[in-house]
């Protein structure tokens, strides 16, 4: 059963093939298997459930289920949930027990899912690799020596080892799109504001957006139904009408207009990577589709901004992790500002200080205008470029990572290198638009490669029927790393 997609464990739930209690029994005994040699998750509650998926089942007698009723899912470590522990993979909230559920939780309980537990994630979504969690980085089913990618890696990996069938994950620069493309799975990032932030502990909140991560984009679709929706609690969080982002599926591509931005094929991507790539496309081409050549000529400047706008955005949204209120708090202390002091410095790692100290200094008086003035000036080009490129096109492709997965600890002593991981997502992020990203084959050493597919706003509809009719020509997205089926 663990190797069923979303839907289609939905539908044997639906026909009596299976009930919610076995399917919870069973992805719990792989979590407790292979989920431990892989770090996927940092915190598992059987007890918590299996209450959850017996109450789905009785639901489900009632006649009262949804489409995803008993279905099992994973939650990035980001999301509050009442009664779980919530980390987001720091020492900081080590000991953090929410009160509350965020969105996100919120609506997939109503919906009847079933927790299966929380995922490891880089600390405070700061990383491209899930290196930097307090508990340990997470393996790569694919090949255990390599990254499963960042900061979403735990969700990625999960899904992609088939410990869970879908999981919901959150997107800053490109954490739901770049960890889906080196664990061959799919991964959406929504048009911002689409989905609450609510109960999703904030990174860079002009950016950070929540997203559903599953073996295909049926599945993507299924899940976005449920996490998609107004909430008033969360002030950027839009009121817009409910919409079935499946309702497309089965729409030809033909007249479908394909963007190839010239910059995603520049130095720097991998031989194996524009392969795979140049192949989906032609398999699109295939199917109807036209392609056009465009140019996001500003692209190039995404790096540098994200890094000035983003860890602006982190000193100040970290600065209520002081010890006091909740969280991680010193030993041993003299006073209230040494109090502050140590329990900082013992509760963050190196690369969450290294952006709170990044933040703080393009802040700081006399560097505010030179820095972080500038860099909302150049986002508005960004975004502006995206504009202008879907006059040409309806969607945009290309590569999702330049590289498949590397090595664990190969990029730890280079940050810059690091960052540069994700070159081709951040722009969708400072643009607010939506971005995918789907496998589309594999590098010489059996990687997966991602194909990124980025929409207008609010075409998340569109995406998910451009991926579909892609993924009912291939089979890449149900091939699984060995020993894991």
Not at 68 to 94: E, N, Q, Y
Not at 240 to 256: I, S, V, W
Not at 459 to 481: F, G, K, S
Request: aromatic residues 8%.
């Amino acid at each position: 059963m663990s190797n069923a997609t979303l839907k289609e464990l939905s539908d044997r739930l639906a026909a009596g093939a299976c009930s919610s209690v076995e399917l919870a029994q069973d992805y719990t005994n792989k979590i407790n298997g292979l989920g431990k040699d892989l770090g996927c998750f940092i915190t598992v509650d059987a007890e918590r459930s299996l209450a959850q998926a017996k109450a789905a089942d009785a639901r489900r007698a009632a006649g009262n289920a949804g489409p995803l009723t008993g279905v099992p899912l994973a939650h990035k470590d980001i999301f509050c949930a009442d009664g779980w522990l919530t980390t987001c993979g720091s020492r900081m909230l080590s000991n953090f027990v929410s009160p509350y559920d965020a969105h996100v939780v919120g609506r997939c309980n109503a919906a009847g899912m079933v927790t299966l537990g929380k995922t490891n994630m880089d600390e405070f979504a700061m990383g491209s690799s899930n290196e930097t969690s307090f508990f340990g980085p997470v393996r790569n089913p694919w090949n255990r020596d390599t990254v499963p990618g960042g900061s979403s890696g735990g969700s990625a990996a999960a899904v992609a080892a088939r410990l869970a069938p879908a999981a919901t994950g959150t997107d800053t620069g490109g954490s739901i799109r770049q960890p889906a493309a080196l664990t061959g799975i799919c991964g959406l990032k929504p048009t911002y504001g689409l989905v609450s932030r609510y109960g999703m502990i904030a990174f860079a909140s002009s950016l950070d957006q929540a997203g559903p991560m599953a073996r295909s984009a049926e599945d993507l679709g299924l899940l976005l139904n449920v996490m998609a929706g107004h909430d008033p609690r969360d002030s950027t969080s839009l009121e817009r009408p409910a919409e079935d982002y499946n309702r497309n599926l089965a729409q030809p591509l033909k007249g479908l207009r394909v963007g190839l931005p010239r910059e995603f094929f520049a130095d720097g991507l991998s031989a194996d990577v524009r392969r795979a790539v140049d192949e989906a496309v032609a398999e699109y081409r295939k199917l109807g589709a036209t392609v056009v050549d465009v140019s996001l000529p500003n692209m190039g400047l995404s790096v540098p901004v994200y890094y000035v706008l983003a860890p602006a955005e982190a000193s100040s949204n970290l600065s209520r992790f002081d010890g006091v209120r909740y969280g991680h708090r010193a030993a041993e202390y003299t006073d209230l500002m040494d109090m502050y002091k140590r329990t900082r410095a013992e509760g963050f790692g190196a690369e969450v200080k290294r952006r709170i100290l990044i933040g703080t200094y393009v802040l700081s008086h006399g560097y505010y205008d030179a820095y972080y003035i500038r860099a909302q000036k150049l986002r508005r080009l960004i975004a502006r470029d995206f504009v202008e490129a879907f006059k040409q096109c309806d969607v945009i492709m290309g590569p999702t990572s330049p590289t498949t997965a590397f090595r664990l600890g190969e990029k730890s002593a280079d940050p810059v290198q690091m960052y540069l991981s994700d070159i081709y997502t951040i722009a969708v992020n400072l643009a607010g638009l939506p971005g995918m990203s789907i496998p589309c084959g594999f590098d010489g050493g059996g990687l997966p490669v991602g194909l990124q597919i980025i929409g207008n706003y609010f075409d998340e509809a569109r995406m998910l029927n451009v991926a579909h009719q892609y993924q009912l020509a291939t089979d890449w997205h149900r091939r699984a790393p060995q020993g894991v089926a």
